[in-house]
């Protein structure tokens, strides 16, 4: 897997342009610290957050008061307090950048393009938070949307946060009890919804849902047009108006921001709710804001007036990532709709002529790209692209070689990995170091992060548990509707005393990098020995006959035996050689240990809305254990596959 060249090393003149290299330089000045390298520097930011926050809040020019101290950290992490007399307003801080330059660009596949300048999106925002006002809504209220990834939608949580009111998104491909599973839980006062979207160049009616959901929570619906059925929407709703109904009153003037403490709650993000109903996280204000502009500018390298795209849904917390990158002056590019139409070129069409710096994706769409024989290298411009990061799943070794060989040889890849629960991530890309084939490039600044085994002892060079020693600023500050912090202390405490554990199986690389063999609560135990999924994919997935993979572990005989789902590629049948091919490719490119058992083919294979497969879902159903919660899934029908299987059998 590790080859002995990077495939991608920064050049001198990359290193000193980078807002990264600045900022160690005001850090050594300010406390008198020589930093031989970012290794260094890390190991600093780490032994001292306090300082490493102040002077980024400094460096990033955040608007709001900082107060005195920076940090108090004297019990557990959950304890722990960041800037605990700061007062500021995260809207403020994304809207402070006034002109005719484009604030935010939109493609919605082939059916709708606009685009906000930063004046034109502050004067919504003012339209928006003079009615929000007008409905009641202030300070801990909560507002709920069920929305397309539009410019509105980015709009509406401005001025949500602006007045102090907690914000809440999901995606429209949501089903009815999938949204009330969420929104449910957190009594909205106000459900902000579409009229349609698009998918595939085909319009996708929500009218039904939109009703059904209203409902039953009984509050006022704002209606937003997209898919030109707004006023026909509104029409069947009890309490509903259309966007242009709601700001009409109101001229467009001065912002006014309320000021509140950095861990006044800003975000309630929902866990995929595989297991059960979804987990309502709450993310504060100040935590989001700084632990998003670290990411931005010094690990993205991200400047003003660059542009920063990621492709995401409402649903997923990469939505709330790329919004913040209004914080760091930069153009901000959504797309809403599918990846693949008119063609696979959709969203390198778009990558050329809107110059994306940094181009964000899924690991599956990499993936999908390879297997569809495009080279964007050779049919696109990508010379304005600086960056390309990955996420979702763990990025294989071949789809590394990929990027640099069909998409673009001189380009930072950071495979990135964090999640919902830090709305950030605890690994990620580094622009002052190389990138090494499937490696994800290191940790995250001022992030405590390390590799565990079952004894809570770090490790190098072996598989454990990523855990995260000290507080960092965008732990949860809560979840919703767990008083006493019961549910919060067993989703990352329960496993080591008063050490983030966060579900991830992963292993420390000879260079300093990260490698994520899967979730560490879907990693397969044969013979007792740990196996992540993850690498099981990398092998399996690069053979042209198979189009995607699922692996569990069945209990089987007193052990666990390893079974692998595989949906061929169109036209391909699952006979005795392929078989034998997919375990040579497994037994060589892995391990004996990681051939499984089993290898049965199927039609469909299950995955939530943000396109994760489901292992544990799937895991339930073979050994006839009830899934808790189908609604959170995209295609929920495809577990039926699953269920007792002649092939399980024996």
Not at 109 to 126: I, M, N, T, Y
Not at 170 to 181: H, T
Not at 378 to 394: K, Q
Not at 596 to 620: C, F, M, N, Q, Y
Request: glycine share 8%; charged share 20%.
């Amino acid at each position: 897997m590790h080859s002995d060249q990077p495939l991608w090393t920064p050049s001198q003149a990359s290193i000193e342009a980078q807002p990264l290299t600045a900022f160690m330089a005001l850090c050594s000045k300010r406390h008198r610290v020589h930093f031989a390298d970012v290794d260094a520097f890390h190991a600093w930011s780490v032994a001292d957050r306090a300082s490493f926050w102040s002077d980024l809040w400094d460096f990033c020019g955040i608007v709001g008061d900082k107060g005195a101290r920076a940090l108090v950290d004297d019990g557990h992490m959950t304890q722990a307090r960041f800037f605990p007399d700061a007062s500021l307003n995260f809207a403020e801080n994304l809207l402070r950048k006034t002109g005719s330059d484009d604030a935010i660009v939109f493609r919605g596949e082939d059916k709708v393009s606009s685009r906000l300048s930063w004046d034109a999106l502050a004067a919504l925002v003012s339209r928006l938070q003079q009615a929000l006002v007008a409905l009641g809504i202030g300070e801990g209220d909560r507002v709920a949307a069920m929305m397309p990834n539009l410019p509105e939608t980015v709009a509406l949580m401005l001025a949500t946060a602006s007045l102090g009111a907690i914000w809440s998104s999901c995606s429209p491909d949501f089903g009815e009890q999938g949204v009330l599973d969420r929104f449910g839980q957190i009594s909205p006062k106000l459900f902000i919804a579409c009229d349609g979207y698009w998918y595939n160049g085909k319009r996708q009616d929500v009218s039904e849902k939109v009703k059904a959901v209203s409902d039953r929570l009984g509050i006022p619906v704002l209606v937003i047009p997209y898919a030109g059925e707004a006023d026909a929407l509104v029409s069947k709703l009890g309490d509903g108006r259309t966007l242009p109904d709601f700001i009409a009153p109101f001229e467009a003037q001065a912002l006014s921001f309320r000021r509140l403490p950095f861990s006044h709650p800003l975000y309630i993000l929902f866990s995929s709710g595989t297991t059960g109903v979804p987990k309502c996280i709450v993310h504060s204000a100040g935590g989001t804001l700084v632990q998003h502009l670290k990411e931005h500018v010094l690990h993205c390298g991200l400047k003003d007036g660059d542009r920063l795209f990621y492709f995401t849904t409402c649903g997923w917390m990469m939505w709330n990532w790329l919004a913040t990158g209004l914080a760091a002056g930069v153009t901000v590019c959504l797309y809403d709709g599918s990846p693949f139409y008119p063609d696979g070129s959709v969203l390198f069409d778009f990558a050329e002529a809107e110059r994306f710096t940094v181009f964000g994706t899924s690991a599956k769409y990499i993936d999908a790209v390879r297997k569809s024989g495009l080279t964007p290298k050779e049919t696109h411009d990508l010379s304005a692209l600086r960056v390309m990061t990955s996420t979702g799943s763990p990025l294989s070794p071949e789809g590394f070689t990929f990027v640099y060989e069909g998409i673009k040889s001189d380009i930072q890849l950071a495979s990135i990995s964090g999640g919902t629960d830090i709305v950030a991530c605890f690994v990620l890309g580094n622009p002052l170091k190389p990138v090494w084939r499937g490696e994800i490039q290191g940790p995250g600044l001022a992030l405590a992060m390390d590799v565990w085994d079952d004894e809570g002892r770090p490790i190098r060079g072996e598989k454990g548990e990523l855990v995260c020693t000290k507080a960092f600023p965008s732990m949860p500050i809560m979840f919703w509707n767990d008083p006493d912090g019961a549910r919060y202390h067993a989703a990352y405490f329960d496993r080591f005393d008063n050490i983030w554990c966060h579900g991830d199986f992963a292993e420390w690389t000879a260079h300093g990098g990260i490698v994520i063999h899967g979730r560490s609560d879907a990693t397969l135990n044969p013979g007792g020995v740990r196996i992540g999924t993850a690498e099981i994919y990398n092998q399996v997935e690069q053979m042209e006959e198979v189009a995607e993979a699922l692996c569990i572990g069945q209990d089987w005989d007193d052990d666990v035996r390893v079974v692998l789902f595989v949906r061929l590629a169109s036209g391909v049948a699952l006979d005795d050689d392929l078989v034998k091919a997919i375990r040579t490719r497994i037994r060589t490119g892995a391990s004996p240990r990681h051939v499984p058992a089993k290898i049965i083919a199927v039609a469909d294979i299950p995955r939530t809305k943000s396109g994760k497969i489901v292992e544990l879902a799937v895991r339930d159903v073979v050994h006839g254990r009830p899934v808790k919660n189908k609604e959170a899934l995209a295609n929920p029908e495809a577990l039926d596959l699953y269920a007792d299987l002649e092939d399980l059998k024996t």
